[in-house]
């Protein structure tokens, strides 16, 4: 025999399985309400967006962007370059929840471990062969070898990265469900940063030295 407080129980389940299912559906960015809102740039940036250009003032050219034609510069120390087509870059994309990279990478090349605060991201092998990871929050290790035409996903915020462990150089193209998903560079958020983080955080957090702390600073002209 099932006890009233236990279906009431059932019954307050149920309705918070149907309060949050719409909830399931929504993209990271928030819906937009109206059809576009090209960003007017110079105006300070509001809580979510930019406040829209007058429509009399929005030209086609608005909505189109070249800017991942162009092979980006891998001559760096990870020898892989992240071109962004964000809403700074192509301000159509404004409020729209969606944004693209194009990741180039030279042999060997790595597109560091990074994570994005406000979006998942998919992505397409164009050229080469890429080795592909993430970690989940329970420190599972997700990885696989992909070849052109061959796609990944990487679930919001979690830290992930690709290789290049072709014989030539790579591409790839990454779509994001937010207009500035944003990106947190583990190497260069933990040991680049303004100011930089006490060397105290550091060698406690990877159980090293000062120098070596000092010295993966160096490698990035921290
Ligand atoms: C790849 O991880 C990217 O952020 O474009
Ligand atoms: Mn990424």
Do not use: W
């Not at 957090?205 to 010295?215: G, H, K, L, P, R």
Request: overall charge neutral; charged content about 10%; some cysteine.
């Amino acid at each position: 025999m099932v006890s009233s407080s236990s279906s009431g129980y059932g019954l307050l389940f149920c309705l918070l399985i149907l309060l949050l299912v719409p909830f399931r559906s929504h993209s990271a960015d928030p819906d937009p309400l109206q059809d576009f809102c090209l960003a007017n740039l110079n105006a300070t940036s509001s809580v979510n967006g930019f406040p829209c250009k007058p429509v009399s003032a929005v030209t086609s050219e608005d909505f189109f962007f070249n800017g991942l034609s162009v092979e980006g510069n891998t001559s760096n120390v990870f020898d892989a370059a992240v071109t962004s087509a964000n809403v700074f870059s192509f301000p159509g994309l404004n409020t729209q929840g969606m944004s693209m990279n194009r990741v180039d990478f030279a042999t060997g090349g790595l597109n560091a471990p990074h994570s994005h605060p406000r979006s998942s991201e998919i992505g397409v092998v164009i050229k080469g062969k890429l080795l592909v990871g993430f970690v989940t929050t329970d420190n599972v290790f997700h990885s696989k070898v992909l070849t052109v035409g061959q796609m990944f996903v990487i679930p919001r915020g979690l830290v992930h990265f690709q290789r290049n462990v072709g014989k030539g150089k790579a591409l790839a193209f990454t779509a994001f469900n937010s207009h500035f998903p944003g990106a947190v560079v583990l190497p260069t958020a933990l040991f680049a940063s303004t100011p930089p983080l006490p060397n105290e955080v550091l060698t406690k957090a990877f159980q090293v030295e000062d120098q070596v702390v000092n010295s993966i600073r160096s490698k990035f002209g921290a």
